[in-house]
């Protein structure tokens, strides 16, 4: 065995000699971002030896300089002797820093009060489905001496008009000291079902009946954001988001999914998700809220369906394999406690109800929260998260369908793409002269990177500024010092040159990597127009296009427009809509009719395969071009092309 | 710290100084018999100190000459430097040696058929609660991509008729494999309530339906029985029976709870009964049957109210303080995982219903299998096992109560008194001249003790030789030298002489013991009085007379009238039935029918608390007389005595 050292985190592991530096990191709980997770195709898991002699070699993303230097990727570098390792800063800091949607954005107020307004506009009550009563039970004495439970069984017959009433042992274990503490005056907190019966899941001494709390938890791919809620008054009383730990297994859910099949992984996996991202959010939560975590007895979740398998232990698998089955779409009762979950072990988990293996509990909770169930007019909801998936209808109808556009639009699968957290590049404008950018930064930093919003900004950019043509090759016919091409031809675009910003190595978007983002945008398109053209339709039926999910924040619809991600449709029809995974959340854990409500959208809700549908494949190569092969579909941008003479 | 080092078991452990001797022996799971728990008024923890000196002294337990060779009682003596301890042979191996009624004794073939028909001739099936079905479910495809859940509840729907099907989550963590792994043929295991609605608790590959095992339990205060059940054919396929292990913390419910309201002691009497107790008879009974604990998926448990409460780990203590009320008298739904017991997690624990706090689920079920409920005549059951619990009704109406009567029917309170294993006196006769008694001992040992069966004889006995006068004093006019008496002129009787049986002190009955016991029969017969008198009814109106629990197989009816613990009816009246409450676990385990009518006479019996009826107290002072204070009840023993010349 040898030692490893990871600075700057200063934590000292054994390690079998030949162990992968990823592998020890994990073990030692250092964060390593590793998207692709160790096969090679990221290069996103750079460290740097400091000490000590390693196995490693070069690769496409690993230059010969840079080794002599000591930098290797971590995934493919195996210790032979005592190492001290110096992790990437922007690394560990990565998931603190990272801009995540939780309800707390500059345009959330307004669309908060409009999703409660949808609620209650359509006859909806918010009252939650736990309810708190505070009863004064008849003391036992000789002659009236029936159990205690049996004690609380009769009084909420007699007085509130359950007959029928259950609970589980840990409260049965309470009942005999709480009782007599409080003089038979007690609080219970139940959820009724039915009329007349009732579960009762917590009971606390006296009158508690106005401190009744819940969660709601939106569990995306690479976020997580929670919030605290006084669910009397339906204040938020605490807000919290972090990254998804599990991302050191990989950026998306296909890898996800891949590592849980390991010997351990599903559980390293659901290790990651409760005790080292939820876990923490919430005791963050209760401690700026000061409540003490007994009294949070309500938890609403969504996630896509791999999040909530992972989440529940569920081998995820065959949510992968064809026929793409999920083992569960609505979860059964599940306790706080069987997930080990940092909240009164009787809280009942309400996860949010999934259609198929890729249109998850967030895109309900999502669709709950936008109206579309009550719109008069015909909505899109486009939620952009690390997947894109779509949804289409208005009260009468809806359909769904998922598109595979893997993790672009949050930075991955591009060799200079990162997540939107400081020192990301979110927007940017190239001069027409001079093929300068002008950056905007997240937080103002140095440039690390570029983000989903940025890619786009500048794909449309290098577009019209005919820096690369319609199928994003770049123009070799510029003599500029931005714009190179090495020695298999392959050119890169130059975004900010470690000279001129003092960084480490300079930003630049690849050939491969336009090709990838057109690719990711070529499937979120076709899947829009499939799902359209599948009911018979062309997007003139649009009345609104919601954008939700994290990347509509910073995101330009105009250039979106451009680069044939978003048809082409009036710019006063897209309307963001924020977090509206958690902001569904919100509302089913307010109001039982909104519950019952998402039950509803859920059960009517029509799932379209795309990869069975007949036409889709020719409308994603299409689709794989700027902004289309058919470039009458966009006639804006087939204008604003003609106009900088592009073709 | 200090070295205690346990012989014969060679267990070694560390102690602090001033720690006492039976403290230590628990922390090292060595057994030593505590029935009074460590208030210095039983004596039965009487151990040798072999090397080492020890903090102790002389009580009445122990005399001058024993403390000399050695003999301490471990509750009394103090640790103060390193010892060997030597635990009693007869300590250790006492739980394994004891007689306990587990439905393999001689009679209980025919007391096992009688009751299995009483509930078949009433109409009942024998079907239990938990049901399997081999389901062969359509295998998904792209077009029919419903959930693994989702198709399940499809198919029960749609084939068995259940609209509404549950699980948790352990159900859905095996569901993606299992399906897969047998192509979509499964056996679910699932409770049905009402019509439509069913939960299923196990879910296995391919076929199973010929395998369906549960377990019936009853939990006695001493001693604890079980078996193993093919659910289909009813055969009883193992059967174990042991100790409680909670008897190193007590005797009796009263020491036991006391000791659960110590700091841990809750704990420490749940992990006895669970993982002392019950998980080794499990196991035992698995690997004598050849089944795997997966497949077991029922249970039903019946024990006293003290029992039930301390096998799900509630705070006993308000069971013991007036007005006394117990916590529950019908546990809700528990999981086997719950209490960690050796069986499939899912497994829904049955606790058969209490009535109050000292009668309990062991009684409603005993009067299951006793069949009271279709009785056209009028039955008397007493049960005495640790405690006196008596039932009175047929098939109109049942009464109920429960005497204080303490363990000296299992010998406890008894200064030679113990429990019916191996070396206890069960039977006694005394020679009207010579006072010799001649003793029927437990497999033909050398005499250890007496047991209930023996005491009852020894009593009834002494009376008729003219040895004890109808109070229970020593006749002080008899030269004999079986007969002494102290320096405080309390006399005893020697019923085996040390030189005699070559065993190490004299087996002797004190006035004292003689005393204890005329309370202990006095407190059930002013039971069984009050009970028919608050009825407005004398013993004129029993027809049957049912006798259940262990003392029952070896106890004399005639001697038992003799001393005024029954009442003196014609003997054939008298029935002895066996363990009427692992009985009536088998039936309510094997037919749901049973178990509905278990529920409804446990609703139906009406619980009269002795201590507050206003003729109990003089009840009970008339009884502590032998065989009563008015002897015209005892007409049968008045005769006898009165042909003895004994008044």
Same mark, same amino acid.
């Given at each position: 065995?040898?030692?490893?050292?990871?600075?700057?985190?200063?934590?000292?592991?054994?390690?079998?000699?030949?162990?992968?530096?990823?592998?020890?990191?994990?073990?030692?709980?250092?964060?390593?971002?590793?998207?692709?997770?160790?096969?090679?195709?990221?290069?996103?898991?750079?460290?740097?030896?400091?000490?000590?002699?390693?196995?490693?070699?070069?690769?496409?993303?690993?230059?010969?300089?840079?080794?002599?230097?000591?930098?290797?990727?971590?995934?493919?570098?195996?210790?032979?002797?005592?190492?001290? &390792?110096?992790?990437?800063?922007?690394?560990?800091?990565?998931?603190?820093?990272?801009?995540?949607?939780?309800?707390?954005?500059?345009?959330?107020?307004?669309?908060?009060?409009?999703?409660?307004?949808?609620?209650?506009?359509?006859?909806?009550?918010?009252?939650?489905? &736990?309810?708190?009563?505070?009863?004064?039970?008849?003391?036992?004495?000789?002659?009236?001496?029936?159990?205690?439970?049996?004690?609380?069984?009769?009084?909420?017959?007699?007085?509130?008009?359950?007959?029928?009433?259950?609970?589980?042992?840990?409260?049965?274990?309470?009942?005999?000291?709480?009782?007599?503490?409080?003089?038979?005056?007690?609080?219970?907190?139940?959820?009724?079902?039915?009329?007349?019966?009732?579960?009762?899941?917590? $009971?606390?001494?006296?009158?508690?009946?106005?401190?009744?709390?819940?969660?709601?938890?939106?569990?995306?791919?690479?976020?997580?954001?929670?919030?605290?809620?006084?669910?009397?008054?339906?204040?938020?009383?605490?807000?919290?988001?972090?990254?998804?730990?599990?991302?050191?297994?990989?950026?998306?859910?296909?890898?996800?999914?891949?590592?849980?099949?390991?010997?351990?992984?599903?559980?390293? @996996?659901?290790?990651?998700?409760?005790?080292?991202?939820?876990?923490?959010? @919430?005791?963050?939560?209760?401690?700026?809220?000061?409540?003490?975590?007994?009294?949070?007895?309500?938890?609403?979740?969504?996630?896509?369906?791999?999040?909530?398998?992972?989440?529940?232990?569920?081998?995820?698998?065959?949510?992968?394999?064809?026929?793409?089955?999920?083992?569960?779409?609505?979860?059964?009762?599940?306790?706080? !406690?069987?997930?080990?979950?940092?909240?009164?072990?009787?809280?009942?988990?309400?996860?949010?109800? !999934?259609?198929?293996?890729?249109?998850?509990?967030?895109?309900?909770?999502?669709?709950?929260?936008?109206?579309?169930?009550?719109?008069?007019?015909?909505?899109?909801?486009?939620?952009?998260?690390?997947?894109?998936?779509?949804?289409?209808?208005?009260?009468?109808?809806?359909?769904?369908?998922?598109?595979?556009?893997?993790?672009?639009?949050?930075?991955?699968?591009?060799?200079?793409?990162?997540?939107?957290?400081?020192?990301?590049?979110?927007? &940017?404008?190239?001069?027409?002269?001079?093929?300068?950018?002008?950056?905007?930064?997240?937080?103002?930093?140095?440039?690390?990177?570029?983000?989903? !919003?940025?890619?786009?900004?500048? $794909?449309?950019?290098?577009?019209?500024?005919?820096?690369?043509?319609?199928?994003?090759?770049?123009?070799?016919?510029?003599?500029?010092?931005?714009?190179?091409?090495?020695?298999?031809?392959?050119?890169?675009? &130059?975004?900010?040159?470690?000279?001129?910003?003092?960084?480490?190595?300079?930003?630049?978007?690849?050939?491969?990597?336009?090709?990838?983002?057109?690719?990711?945008?070529?499937?979120?398109?076709?899947?829009?127009?499939?799902?359209?053209?599948?009911?018979?339709?062309?997007?003139?039926?649009?009345?609104?296009?919601?954008?939700?999910?994290?990347?509509?924040?910073?995101?330009?619809?105009?250039?979106?427009?451009?680069?044939?991600?978003?048809?082409?449709?009036?710019?006063?029809?897209?309307?963001?809509?924020?977090?509206? !995974?958690?902001?569904?959340?919100?509302?089913?854990?307010?109001?039982?009719?909104?519950?019952?409500? @998402?039950?509803?959208?859920?059960?009517?809700?029509?799932?379209?395969?795309?990869?069975?549908?007949?036409?889709?494949?020719?409308?994603?190569?299409?689709?794989?071009?700027?902004?289309?092969?058919?470039?009458?579909?966009?006639?804006?941008?087939?204008?604003?092309?003609?106009?900088?003479?592009?073709?």
């Amino acid at each position: 065995m040898i030692n490893v050292k990871f600075i700057p985190a200063g934590i000292e592991i054994k390690a079998r000699i030949g162990e992968s530096l990823l592998e020890i990191a994990r073990r030692a709980n250092v964060f390593i971002d590793a998207p692709c997770n160790g096969s090679l195709s990221c290069g996103k898991c750079k460290v740097k030896i400091v000490e000590g002699q390693v196995d490693t070699k070069t690769n496409r993303h690993i230059t010969a300089d840079e080794l002599k230097t000591g930098y290797v990727l971590a995934c493919d570098t195996k210790v032979t002797e005592d190492v001290v &390792v110096e992790t990437i800063e922007g690394q560990s800091s990565y998931l603190a820093g990272m801009k995540i949607e939780d309800l707390s954005g500059p345009r959330d107020h307004e669309i908060f009060e409009r999703a409660k307004a949808q609620v209650l506009d359509n006859g909806m009550k918010f009252s939650s489905y &736990v309810k708190k009563d505070y009863i004064m039970i008849e003391a036992p004495t000789l002659d009236d001496n029936i159990s205690d439970w049996d004690r609380i069984k009769r009084h909420l017959r007699n007085h509130l008009g359950y007959s029928k009433v259950f609970c589980r042992l840990p409260i049965l274990r309470k009942l005999p000291s709480i009782l007599r503490d409080s003089e038979f005056k007690v609080t219970i907190t139940h959820i009724p079902r039915g009329k007349n019966r009732t579960m009762i899941v917590n $009971i606390e001494a006296g009158d508690t009946t106005d401190r009744l709390y819940g969660i709601a938890l939106d569990i995306g791919t690479t976020s997580v954001a929670a919030c605290l809620v006084d669910l009397y008054q339906g204040k938020l009383l605490a807000k919290a988001s972090a990254g998804n730990a599990q991302m050191k297994y990989g950026a998306d859910v296909i890898h996800r999914i891949i590592y849980a099949t390991k010997k351990k992984g599903l559980e390293e @996996l659901s290790h990651a998700i409760i005790h080292e991202t939820i876990n923490p959010l @919430l005791v963050k939560m209760y401690r700026d809220a000061g409540i003490d975590k007994e009294e949070v007895i309500a938890f609403v979740a969504a996630g896509n369906t791999t999040m909530s398998h992972l989440l529940l232990g569920i081998y995820p698998d065959y949510l992968r394999l064809e026929p793409y089955i999920p083992t569960f779409s609505n979860a059964p009762f599940i306790k706080a !406690s069987e997930l080990e979950l940092e909240m009164n072990s009787e809280t009942f988990l309400y996860i949010t109800p !999934s259609i198929a293996s890729y249109v998850g509990g967030d895109i309900t909770a999502g669709v709950l929260a936008s109206g579309i169930w009550t719109s008069e007019e015909n909505v899109l909801l486009i939620d952009l998260g690390t997947n894109g998936e779509l949804v289409f209808g208005s009260k009468d109808y809806m359909v769904t369908c998922a598109c595979s556009a893997g993790p672009a639009f949050e930075g991955g699968e591009i060799s200079c793409g990162m997540r939107a957290a400081g020192g990301a590049i979110e927007r &940017v404008e190239i001069n027409r002269e001079t093929y300068d950018p002008k950056l905007v930064i997240i937080n103002d930093e140095k440039p690390k990177g570029i983000c989903g !919003s940025g890619i786009i900004d500048l $794909i449309a950019e290098m577009l019209k500024a005919g820096l690369i043509d319609r199928r994003g090759k770049l123009n070799k016919n510029l003599d500029n010092n931005r714009i190179r091409f090495d020695e298999y031809n392959i050119g890169e675009y &130059v975004l900010a040159f470690k000279e001129e910003w003092d960084i480490q190595e300079d930003i630049t978007i690849t050939e491969i990597d336009i090709d990838n983002f057109i690719k990711a945008k070529g499937a979120v398109y076709s899947g829009l127009s499939t799902l359209i053209t599948s009911l018979g339709m062309d997007f003139s039926i649009v009345d609104k296009i919601y954008i939700a999910g994290g990347i509509g924040n910073s995101l330009s619809i105009d250039r979106a427009i451009e680069i044939g991600l978003f048809p082409d449709v009036e710019k006063d029809k897209f309307v963001y809509i924020g977090n509206s !995974s958690l902001m569904g959340c919100y509302l089913t854990l307010m109001s039982e009719d909104a519950r019952k409500k @998402l039950e509803e959208i859920s059960n009517h809700m029509t799932y379209i395969e795309l990869s069975v549908y007949p036409t889709y494949m020719d409308e994603f190569i299409s689709a794989c071009f700027l902004p289309h092969t058919d470039i009458e579909r966009f006639p804006t941008v087939e204008k604003i092309l003609k106009d900088n003479k592009i073709n």
